[in-house]
T-cell receptor, first 114, second 116 residues
Framework: KAGVTQTPRYLIKTRGQQVTLSCSPI?????VSWYQQTPGQGLQFLFE???????NKGNFPGRFSGRQFSNSRSEMNVSTLELGDSALYLC?????????????FGEGSRLTVL | AQKVTQAQTEISVVEKEDVTLDCVYE???????LFWYKQPPSGELVFLIR??????QNEISGRYSWNFQKSTSSFNFTITASQVVDSAVYFC?????????????FGTGTLLAVQP
């Protein structure tokens, strides 16, 4: 059973650019959530999608957005990149959008903003 | 507000030693879930355990054991006879009942280094 797949694994951008990260959940999982991990702020929740609907959003500026497709794959986008957006972005999938489910994480997309 | 505190930033032990990672949490929810994840250098968060707030029974899985105490809001993790492969960052996390959500509140993590 394939795990959560995130692409790209590594990318380098410059300030002002925008970036799109992709996450393919485990087959059959309908919930996808995104987290940002930085040395200073640790792991922070970005947003969560279930059946193409955003169910929850963390405290991030509007430059951070996401969406989920009918096949449960999800993308997140960061516009007008800032140096502070350099981070490991982790995607997690779950069978259902409930707090009883187990979250399975991908290996992340490591973004460097120069 | 919900909060998870992992006071130990780094721990270094020698192989075969026992080590306990501390986790203290804050929540106003009466029903909640606690988790431990392991993050090896590859970056992926590996699920170790989930415990709900109504189940204070300690759990043992091989060399791993967890001690959940609601009275002290703690959910500590012990590795018995540590091995080099246990070297990783360990995160404790909390998920409340508020709404159908998979939002996790993570602690800052504890870097465990097991020396041969």
């Amino acid at each position: 059973k394939a795990g959560v797949t995130q692409t790209p694994r590594y990318l380098i951008k410059t300030r002002g650019q925008q970036v799109t990260l992709s996450c393919s959940p485990i087959s059959g999982h309908r919930s996808v959530s995104w987290y940002q991990q930085t040395p200073g702020q640790g792991l922070q929740f970005l947003f969560e999608y279930f059946s193409e609907t955003q169910r929850n959003k963390g405290n991030f500026p509007g430059r951070f957005s996401g969406r989920q497709f009918s096949n449960s794959r999800s993308e997140m986008n960061v516009s007008t990149l800032e140096l502070g957006d350099s981070a490991l972005y982790l995607c997690a999938s779950s069978l259902v959008a409930s707090n009883t489910g187990e979250l399975f994480f991908g290996e992340g997309s490591r973004l460097t903003v120069l | 507000a919900q909060k998870v505190t992992q006071a130990q930033t780094e721990i270094s032990v020698v192989e075969k030693e026992d080590v306990t990672l501390d986790c203290v949490y804050e929540t106003r929810d009466t029903t909640y879930y606690l988790f431990w994840y392991k993050q090896p250098p590859s970056g992926e968060l590996v699920f170790l355990i989930r415990r709900n707030s109504f189940d204070e029974q300690n759990e043992i899985s091989g060399r791993y054991s967890w001690n959940f105490q609601k009275s002290t809001s703690s959910f500590n993790f012990t590795i018995t006879a540590s091995q080099v492969v246990d070297s990783a960052v360990y995160f404790c996390a909390l998920r409340g009942l508020g709404g159908a959500t998979n939002k996790l509140i993570f602690g800052t993590g504890t870097l465990l280094a097991v020396q041969p």
